[in-house]
């Protein structure tokens, strides 16, 4: 089996996540969603998303960076702005997969 390897990048919400007023989490949101997009259009993520009902609530969201090295993919994940605000923690490392699965589509969901 052919296998293809990603930097997984496995967002949390630290225990000790700074707070903010509604307005200011508001702007990390839009800002942190930015930053994914322009992350995908540049092609340093293959993919990523929020995960939902997940045993662990400190679980917040996935990346699966393409950039062949974990340091590259640490030092973009660490520019998030909701990692720069406290709000969200890193966990960096390979992932694995079999060659091709990533362009496979999944079902289809409705966004909460």
Do not use: K
Request: with cysteine; charged share 25%; net charge negative.
């Amino acid at each position: 089996m052919n296998l293809e390897a990603f930097e997984l990048v496995i967002l949390r919400r630290p225990h000790d996540a700074r707070s903010y007023d509604e307005a200011t989490l508001e702007r990390i949101q839009r800002e942190h969603l930015a930053y994914h997009a322009a992350l995908r259009s540049s092609g340093h993520i293959a993919t990523n998303g929020p995960v939902l009902d997940q045993p662990d609530e400190s679980l917040c969201g996935l990346t699966f960076y393409r950039t062949g090295s974990l340091d590259e993919a640490r030092a973009l994940a660490e520019q998030d702005p909701a990692v720069l605000a406290g709000r969200l923690a890193i966990e960096v490392m390979t992932w694995w997969c079999p060659e091709g699965t990533m362009t496979r589509r999944g079902r289809p969901v409705t966004e909460p």
